[in-house]
């Protein structure tokens, strides 16, 4: 019944999407109905067996679960036919939540991805978990990142590996995991054959657990991505780590970013050529000096399939990326390239003749990110012109970094029209190059003369000290784009008042009606004339009419999800609930009917006191119906006040007495 009651009304469309938060509503609205002596709610399962979407998402929500609902929750679950994603994060769960978890792990037949993060989950809760995971044969991926592990509760789950050859994603990073979690998994690793996706980000296994795992990828088969983002990894862990990835490498990913590897880089030269399959290595953050970087270069060099490289916050400079570059010449598998940071002077001719050369001979190079290097306004023009002769049927660059760079407004503008003549580019950041407000006017001048900002989405002027002085200009920058839907503008005074600092298409169009609607009426009240009439660049109605367009663009895809989901044959597993024992309304023809009813002048509201009136005739089952117990139940489910009773809002309280 839940799920025909919101497949019939359009206002309720984001369950029909199925967005984790919206779902999580629904819970609120139809579980969270049975309060206890001191008139705290609870979960109970009522309705959750029934339960269509797919996705439940009650991230934060440790008040409605915490310990005491995650029990009742568990229970509805076990009973679900449909829903495979539950993400908990941030629910409070500890020892007793996860012992229910273990025993749902035991239990349901269809949940595939499980979030756990941030649950305060030790290492005796974690025993339970691994107790249910050891059974269960459907789960996919499991999220227990943000907890409390340590090294015995990572043991438990590694145990469970053992046993449990179907999970293929397990994230355990920020977990306080120390060396001694290396000689429990370290077993459970190579017998298993199901992992393909491990994470221990975050903690300090150091090099006795990075070479641990070592030990085990020798004899695992199927592990393709490991991350072992910032342990206190050394040279010797490193390493010990590439020796082992020596011989029949499986990897296609390795994340080493936030240690001390290093010199160990040089073992990397008996791992890229060989390894036909590896394609993502990050070692941002490592300490690598430009004699480390010369020898990976050599490596760099010698394979043919890296798709992804992160060497920021490294100090390569010149010395060492210069090297780099040139291996990656000719790379046509070179996807995203990341540089930000190295200390790099692009001014020289030589690294940036490189960089060049990079863009024309790496045809399926999308994202490039050389933010914190020094670029300068010479060599963005140079590195415009090099975008600008590249062949649009070659060239697949879609996101440019080029942030704290000192390209100077100049350079700027000459890059932005650049790229916007660029059909496949998305997004720009010239965060932090000192573009200030006559700069900005400069380049959306010429930007607006070489006709536009073709099919750019995102714009980033964040720290680039624009001032109210050009807000508007800003606006109709925005405006004037077909598809141009936001500009990033963290750290300007321009942007006080916008959310995140980020100006949409909405807020654009909100300061410009302002703003024109102000100037009209300072030029009407100057009757000498000494004030000259000013007018919007952009076509305000016609802006107005393109987000009606969209609104009913939208509102017809919501009637078409409505009518999808009317049509949609019933599960023959799910339990179909017509009318319970006490005969209460509970079909969705049941509460229109009774709505109509009582709505006889058809003005699709209910008075609130008529609503009141006939509630109060309801069967209370030992609850005495007043003006006050009503008025609480309706805030309990964020009735508004003193407002009629939409027909929502009508089954909403309806239900409440089913459920009771």
């Not at 650049?418 to 573009?435: K, R």
Request: with cysteine; charged share 20%.
């Amino acid at each position: 019944m839940i799920q025909s009651f919101f497949a019939s009304n359009p206002k309720k469309k984001e369950y029909l999407r199925g967005t984790p938060q919206d779902i999580a509503d629904l819970l609120n609205n139809f579980t969270h109905v049975n309060y206890d002596t001191n008139g705290d709610s609870y979960l109970v399962p009522f309705g959750l067996q029934n339960l269509h979407q797919r996705t439940l998402d009650l991230t934060n929500q440790h008040t409605q679960v915490g310990r005491r609902g995650i029990s009742d929750l568990t229970r509805g679950l076990v009973q679900n036919y449909v829903v495979n994603f539950v993400e908990l994060r941030g629910c409070a769960l500890g020892t007793i939540g996860a012992k229910c978890i273990g025993h749902l792990l035991q239990h349901n037949n269809t949940i595939t991805y499980l979030g756990l993060a941030s649950n305060n989950i030790d290492a005796e809760a974690a025993a339970f978990l691994g107790t249910g995971l050891s059974a269960n044969t459907l789960l996919r991926k499991l999220d227990l990142s943000h907890n409390d592990l340590r090294s015995t509760g990572a043991g438990h789950i590694a145990n469970a590996l053992t046993h449990n050859h179907f999970l293929r994603i397990l994230i355990l990073a920020h977990n306080k995991i120390t060396p001694q979690f290396a000689t429990d998994f370290c077993v459970s690793l190579a017998a298993n054959s199901g992992l393909i996706e491990l994470d221990v980000s975050f903690n300090k296994i150091s090099d006795g657990g990075v070479l641990g795992i070592a030990q085990a990828l020798r004899l695992n088969k199927t592990l393709r991505r490991l991350y072992l983002t910032k342990n206190a990894i050394s040279q010797a862990g490193g390493s010990g780590l590439f020796d082992a990835l020596q011989i029949g490498c499986k990897l296609i990913g390795l994340n080493l970013a936030n240690n001390r590897v290093s010199g160990a880089v040089l073992g990397l030269i008996n791992v890229l050529p060989n390894a036909q399959h590896f394609r993502q290595l990050n070692l941002s953050c490592d300490f690598i000096s430009p004699q480390d970087a010369v020898t990976l270069a050599e490596a760099i060099r010698r394979n043919q399939t890296l798709t992804d490289l992160n060497l920021s916050l490294n100090d390569l400079k010149d010395h060492g990326a210069i090297p780099i570059l040139k291996a990656l010449q000719g790379k046509k598998t070179l996807f995203k390239l990341c540089l930000t940071k190295c200390e790099i002077d692009f001014t020289g001719e030589e690294a940036s003749d490189e960089l060049c050369n990079i863009l024309k001979t790496c045809a399926n190079l999308t994202i490039l990110q050389i933010a914190g290097n020094v670029l300068g306004c010479e060599s963005g023009n140079k590195l415009a012109r090099t975008l600008q002769a590249c062949d649009e049927n070659v060239l697949h660059l879609t996101h440019l970094d080029v942030a704290e760079t000192k390209i100077g407004a100049i350079g700027g503008a000459v890059l932005l029209s650049t790229v916007s003549d660029i059909q496949t580019f998305v997004e720009l950041n010239l965060a932090g190059n000192n573009i200030g407000d006559d700069g900005f006017l400069q380049l959306a001048s010429a930007v607006k003369d070489e006709g536009g900002l073709g099919s750019l989405k995102s714009l980033d002027f964040s720290d680039n000290d624009l001032n109210i002085a050009v807000e508007m200009t800003l606006c109709e920058f925005l405006l004037s784009s077909t598809h141009l839907k936001q500009i990033v503008l963290r750290g300007n005074k321009v942007c006080e008042g916008l959310p995140n600092g980020i100006m949409q298409q909405h807020h654009a169009l909100k300061l410009l009606e302002t703003y024109q609607y102000c100037n009209d009426h300072l030029w009407a009240g100057n009757t000498q004339n000494t004030v000259a009439k000013s007018s919007c660049v952009v076509d305000l109605p016609t802006i107005r009419e393109k987000f009606a367009e969209e609104e009913e663009e939208k509102r017809k895809e919501v009637e078409n999800e409505v009518t999808t989901a009317k049509e949609r044959p019933p599960d023959p597993r799910i339990p179909t609930l017509t009318n319970n024992v006490g005969g209460l309304l509970v079909t969705e023809a049941q509460l229109r009917k009774k709505f109509d009813t009582l709505d006889f002048a058809g003005r699709g509201v209910l008075e609130r006191e008529t609503f009141k009136q006939m509630f109060q005739k309801l069967e209370g089952y030992g609850v005495e119906w007043n003006d006050e117990s009503i008025e609480r139940l309706m805030s309990k489910n964020n009735i508004r006040v003193g407002e009629n009773i939409t027909f929502d809002e009508f089954c909403i309280m309806m239900l409440q007495v089913v459920c009771w």
